[in-house]
């Protein structure tokens, strides 16, 4: 625990940090206000602190040594603080990467083995079809028969790497007949740890769902698409009805029976022009 009370190990978003970091002192005293932790950190505006916490200004480097002080962090934690800054300011998936890896040297182990476990298990998509594909055929120990039936096929390698580190994860175990099984368990994540890990994972899935358009029938497949011109609050109700319509598939594979192949859905929605001037 830090000595202000509140771990920045625990946070993937400085906004979010400084936010807590500002009710919890707050409960303790009081008397305590934006104007009086600038005072602390050296600067003269008592309103940056909301501005910051509401994405309408960013923490620049050169604050950081000044926050970091009036936020009692010691230096390991400040160095934290200034990568944190980096991976929440990130405009590309390589700039959030290359933070993303230095905040995890910093982590401590707990926090550290969650990170880890995503990346592991999403680095491929290879370990997400193995786990899907336990719900369709019983496999013991002889893994050739999975990795021919994954299309693309995969190497008889590549299936007991899978294996192994679903098994590792708890994600598979064997059933009494000696064939692995998906478990009910699920990986601990964060949305922000997510930024990074699962927006690879997702590429890999668009690839292969380019690769399809060729691969499979028509009969055997279901690709559409259409160009649409919203408003900000029609992209809004339409972000809604697809969050919906994913928790209905999510609930129609639950409780299907009998499944007889695996298969990849994605839905994309992303701006095409740019936004017209108010």
Known sequence: MAQNGIS???YFNYRDYLRDYFVHRKSLNRRFSHRAFA???GYNSSGLYLLL???KQNLTRSLIPKFAS????NQRESEYLGHLADFTHGK???EKQEAFDRMIGLLPPS???IGREQRDYYRSWHNVAVRETLSVLDVGDDFRTLAEFINPPLKV???KEAIKLLDSLGLIRKNPAGFWKATDASLAST???GVVTIRRFQKEMMELGKVALDRFDREERNVSSSTLSLSKQGLERLSLKIDGFLREISELARSDENEDRVYQFNVQLFPLTGRKPA
């Open 111 to 113: 926090i550290r083995n």
């Open 53 to 55: 916490v509401s994405g």
């Open 92 to 94: 590309s998936a390589a």
């Open 8 to 10: 920045i190990f625990a």
């Open 39 to 41: 005072r602390k950190a």
């Open 191 to 193: 949305p922000e740890l």
């Open 157 to 159: 390698s590549q299936v």
């Open 70 to 73: 009036a936020l009692e962090l």
